[in-house]
């Protein structure tokens, strides 16, 4: 195997967007390893991704506890890369985990916020990972059924301990995100970033979550900003035989979200993106970063060239008022949010 040496000009390619009122820089798009990272994704398919995102400029690698399939793989992989690859280079990444949602049997596998899973996840996160600390550690998911308090003074002690370097949530809404922030405060920790579902056919954080975020001094970072796929010619024409639908892993993406609306729509703005020069993928991550709240788009993809054309999307020229008038009126909710219960506090 051929020794890697990232590209010396890859600080160059990206802008990097301070997230909220901290010193963190996160590059306008950052790489999911939701998808596309597991043990039924060859090791070189994942090498190549990684590479080629680092090469151009994605130096934050997004993690959680149960990514794979199965669960806990794409860190293990994720970790042996790290270690093969990009040890040299460990102080230019931001590398990010997650707890929250199942990952082990039992009642304290089963995900939410009580400090035993919390705490217990992390450890078992930096072990598959070969680390010391994640740069962002992330409460996955709001849990009704434990106080926040309990959510919070986990974080907090991550951070004190020195096994995250910042905390962040995803998937709360406007008021938990709020509480938990003014929480961790009690702990001189901050809240640094949210991480909730945003796109073309899922705007729900503009009712009242960008302005707590906002108001708190937090980073937003976006994720499914392509709907899964739905926001790009993927499922336009018919479903490929090797689309993520089809794969282990990839039935987050529901055969209702392909309904024939939410295709019209998308055709729609196909439309718009061809009369920019853009695809509809790019279109879609342009408009995501259009609000300068949002700090940064995370993307995922199967393949380099999907990363090398998400980044060109940061080519192109700012979308107009004209043209941003045109867009809202097919981006409308389109019953694509999984995220939906955490979201609004429900149990």
Do not use: C
Request: proline residues 5%.
């Amino acid at each position: 195997m051929t020794r890697y040496l990232a590209a010396p000009d890859r600080y160059t390619r990206i802008p990097y967007r301070r997230t909220g009122r901290s010193g963190l820089q996160l590059p306008a798009l950052s790489l999911g390893l939701w998808h596309n990272f597991g043990d039924t994704t060859p090791l070189s398919t994942q090498r190549e991704l990684l590479r080629t995102a680092f090469d151009l400029g994605i130096n934050h690698f997004d993690l959680a506890n149960n990514y794979g399939p199965p669960y806990g793989s794409a860190e293990t992989n994720f970790g042996r890369l790290l270690r093969e690859d990009f040890k040299p280079y460990r102080d230019e990444l931001i590398i990010s985990s997650k707890a929250g949602w199942d990952m082990w049997p039992g009642p304290y596998g089963q995900g939410g916020g009580s400090r035993k899973h919390v705490l217990a996840s992390l450890d078992q996160s930096l072990q598959r990972l070969g680390l010391d600390y994640v740069d962002i550690f992330y409460s996955h998911r709001f849990d009704q059924h434990t106080p926040l308090e309990e959510t919070a003074s986990a974080l907090a002690q991550a951070v004190q301990q020195g096994k995250a370097l910042y905390v962040g949530v995803s998937s709360y809404s406007a008021t938990k995100t709020r509480e938990i922030a003014a929480l961790l405060q009690s702990w001189k920790v901050p809240l640094l970033i949210h991480q909730p579902a945003y796109n073309l056919f899922n705007r729900w954080i503009e009712k009242d979550l960008l302005d707590a975020t906002d108001e708190l001094g937090a980073g937003v970072i976006a994720f499914t900003p392509l709907a899964q796929g739905l926001l790009t010619d993927k499922y336009l024409d018919g479903t490929p035989a090797d689309a993520r639908i089809n794969r282990p892993g990839g039935q987050s993406l529901k055969a209702a979200h392909l309904s024939e609306a939410n295709l019209a729509r998308a055709r729609a703005l196909r439309e718009i993106a061809r009369r920019r020069g853009q695809s509809l993928a790019q279109l879609a991550l342009s408009w995501t970063l259009r609000d300068p709240r949002v700090t940064s788009a995370l993307i995922g993809a199967s393949t380099a060239e999907q990363v090398r054309e998400n980044v060109a999307a940061l080519s192109h020229a700012p979308l107009s008022p004209a043209e941003l008038a045109e867009i809202d009126q097919h981006a409308v909710e389109g019953g694509i949010n999984l995220w939906e219960k955490p979201s609004t506090d429900w149990a």
